[in-house]
C-alpha cells in the first residue's frame, strides 16, 4: 500500500508536455487485448518500414503517433545507451526514449560511441572504482554519460570493454524501481530508462547546487523522458488488477541497471 501510494504521487508531480490522457485515448483496449489481437485498436503503420506499431517502431525508432507524441527534449548533456544484443527491442525502455530527445543515441554492441571525449564522458556503472555523482566536481564541464542497456549479468561484459573502462565511472543516489516486473534483484536495480531520468535529474540538481542556485533544483526538465515509460506501467497494472495476474506475467522489460552498489568490473 505504502509502495504503491508513493508511486501515484510520483505520477502525479511529473510534469508532460502532453496529457497522458491523450496517450490513452489512442488505444483504450486492455494490454492482455492488445498483444492477443494482431492489429489492435491505435497501431499504425511505421512511416520507415510500414509495420503496425503502437506509439512508436522499436525497430526504426520513428513515431506512429506524431499527434500524442511528446516535443523535442533537449538534455543538458549528450545520452549514449549501449544496447545488448540480446536485449529484445520491444522491451527496451531505453528505446521509447530515444523518440523524444535528438540527445539520446543508441548503440548495439558491440558497437559503442565513437569519438567521446574521456575528460568529459561518465559512465553510469557502479564499479568498485566508481564515484558518487554528487562528489564530481565541476559538473558541468561533463558534456557525454554512457548506459549500459542490458541484464545485469550481460553488462559486465561490456562494461569490462576497455572502450566502456576508459571513462570515469559514476554512481547515483538510490531509488527503488517502479518497474512492473518486480525484478528478483534488488528494488534499486532499475528500468534503464529509470537509470537515465534519475541521472539526469541528479545531474541537474547537483550543478545548480555546485553553481550556487537555492532549492528546489528541479523543476521537471526531463519528465518526458519517461513519458511511454509511465503509460506502460499504467497499462500493465490496469492489467494486473482486471486478470489478478502478477506484474511478472504482464510485465515487458528486460535491461536493469544496478546504480549504487556493485562489484568491481574490471576483473
Known amino acids: 500500500e505504502e509502495r504503491a501510494e508513493k508511486t501515484k504521487e510520483f505520477i502525479k508531480s511529473l510534469k508532460f508536455s502532453v496529457p497522458l ?16 489481437v494482431s492489429g489492435a485498436a491505435g497501431r499504425a503503420p511505421c512511416p520507415q518500414c510500414g509495420k503496425k506499431r503502437l506509439f512508436y517502431c522499436y525497430d526504426c525508432l ?27 527491442r520491444s522491451k527496451s525502455t531505453s528505446l521509447a526514449a530515444s ?41 558541468h564541464e561533463y558534456r557525454n554519460v554512457v548506459f549500459v542497456d542490458s541484464t545485469w549479468q550481460q553488462s559486465k561484459g561490456i562494461a569490462r570493454d576497455e572502450r566502456v573502462t576508459k571513462y570515469r565511472h559514476v554512481r547515483i543516489a538510490a531509488q ?53 515509460y509511465i503509460n506502460q506501467y499504467i497499462l500493465i497494472q490496469e492489467s494486473y488488477n482486471a486478470k489478478g495476474s502478477s506484474p511478472a506475467e504482464v510485465g515487458p522489460g528486460e535491461g536493469e541497471v544496478p546504480t549504487v552498489d556493485g562489484g568491481d568490473v574490471s576483473t
Do not use: C, M
Not at 21 to 36: Q, T, Y
Not at 100 to 125: A, F, K, W
Not at 204 to 217: C, D, L, M, N, W
Open 62 to 88: 520513428k513515431v506512429t503517433h506524431p499527434e500524442t507524441h511528446p516535443p523535442p527534449l533537449h538534455l543538458p548533456l549528450q545520452v549514449h545507451v549501449v544496447l545488448h544484443p540480446g536485449e529484445h
Open 176 to 228: 527503488t524501481s517502479l518497474f512492473w516486473r518486480f525484478q528478483n534483484n534488488d528494488p534499486s536495480y532499475l528500468a534503464t530508462v529509470e537509470a537515465i531520468y534519475y541521472f539526469l535529474r541528479e545531474y541537474i540538481s547537483q550543478v545548480a547546487r555546485q553553481s550556487g542556485k537555492e532549492a528546489p533544483y528541479y523543476h521537471g526538465e526531463v519528465d518526458d523522458l519517461i513519458y511511454y
Open 21 to 36: 490522457s491523450k496517450i490513452r485515448a489512442v488505444n483504450p483496449v486492455p494490454l492482455s487485448k492488445i498483444r492477443a
Open 99 to 139: 523518440t523524444i530527445s535528438p540527445d539520446l543515441h543508441i548503440s548495439t554492441y558491440p558497437d559503442v560511441p565513437e569519438g567521446l571525449d574521456v575528460t568529459s564522458t561518465l559512465v553510469l556503472y557502479p564499479s568498485a572504482h566508481s564515484t558518487p555523482l554528487d562528489e564530481v566536481e565541476n559538473l
